[in-house]
């Protein structure tokens, strides 16, 4: 015998209001939860002189020097936030097609990676592992012609990650979108000894309007020849971003990452409640930048929105949201 639908009592038996009456009882009855443990800070770091070079499109966000990625992560160990991704602006190194600064094992990010984990061991380092930001090109991958060569791109990913990891890094996390990259750093990993580093994958990353500012962060803007939709996913499909993400899972991927995130919470929910793996949520820098412009004018209430924008990923089932509001968000939490 089937059980019945469950048919809720009528007003004015029922009266939802009563929950909410108060703060006390709102907090004790609300079904998500938000602290400074949820988030991921995404930190620019760049090879100048200067220690903060503002980025115009994203109000807020600096680009660091070295000393000043050292104070981030003891400013995200004080704040309680558990990771900061780590991103390269590289002005003063040679770019060229296959993106052999993204391979120096003396290069920005292998240095940082081990300036920050001496200074803040506590704090996880999480790695951004693609050619973008050290080609001539600014595509993610090494170009043949003019098309993106995968398994030669994969090549370099293996190597990007292991230097990574051999600096420190506490997690990789492959944002390019080439095929079969997780198996292949999965490989190298535990074949030099680096079973214990985690691999965060960019699993469900679509090709997006939404990631210029980050692009004019890391200095890759200008020099982006064409477009990404050979590789990143087409915004109108979902059932790809599944097989996307249990290909990953496959390969060896720890956890997984939906980019964008507020426009893409319907690819969150799915993920997360088909696989049961940690998934993170990315508040990309084109939503970040919506927010603060709004917020600069007037139109929006700061607070307010950072916390019910962020609540949304949870509530959609993320793990975590990688967001630039972090500090500030983590700050306002611990209040």
């Excluded at 903060?52 to 309680?80: H, T």
């Excluded at 230097?163 to 750093?185: C, E, K, N």
Aim: hydrophobic fraction near 45%; aromatic fraction near 8%.
């Amino acid at each position: 015998m089937s059980t019945p639908p469950f048919q809720p009592a009528a007003f004015p038996y029922a009266r939802p209001r009563r929950l909410r009456t108060a703060p006390w009882v709102r907090r004790l009855v609300a079904e998500t939860t938000l602290t400074a443990s949820d988030l991921i800070w995404p930190v620019v770091v760049h090879d100048g002189e200067d220690d903060k070079v503002a980025v115009q499109s994203m109000p807020g966000v600096f680009r660091l020097s070295r000393k000043e990625a050292v104070n981030a992560a003891l400013e995200a160990r004080d704040l309680g936030i558990p990771m900061i991704a780590l991103f390269p602006n590289i002005a003063h190194t040679p770019k060229d097609n296959i993106g052999s600064g993204a391979t120096d094992p003396d290069g920005l990010i292998p240095e940082v990676i081990r300036a920050m984990k001496d200074a803040a061991p506590e704090v996880g380092i999480m790695t951004d592992v693609a050619l973008d930001c050290y080609t001539d090109h600014g595509q993610d991958g090494v170009m043949e012609g003019d098309k993106i060569a995968n398994d030669a791109t994969i090549e370099r990913l293996e190597e990007q990650a292991f230097i990574h990891a051999h600096a420190g890094a506490d997690a990789v996390a492959p944002s390019d979108m080439m095929d079969g990259r997780i198996q292949a750093i999965r490989n190298a990993l535990e074949a030099n000894g680096y079973q214990d580093t985690m691999i965060i994958s960019y699993a469900a990353k679509f090709a997006s309007g939404f990631y210029g500012p980050y692009r004019d962060a890391v200095g890759s803007a200008t020099a982006l020849k064409g477009d990404k939709k050979t590789y990143q996913m087409d915004f109108a499909n979902t059932e790809e971003a599944l097989r996307e993400v249990a290909m990953d899972i496959s390969e060896g991927a720890d956890a997984v990452i939906v980019k964008p995130g507020m426009p893409y919470l319907d690819i969150v929910q799915r993920v997360t409640s088909t696989f049961q793996v940690p998934t993170f949520a990315y508040q990309v820098s084109g939503e970040y930048a919506m927010m603060q412009a709004a917020i600069a004018n007037g139109w929006l209430d700061k607070d307010r929105v950072i916390l019910e924008s962020l609540h949304a990923f949870k509530r959609a089932g993320a793990a975590g949201i990688i967001s630039y509001f972090a500090p500030t968000a983590a700050r306002m939490l611990n209040d």
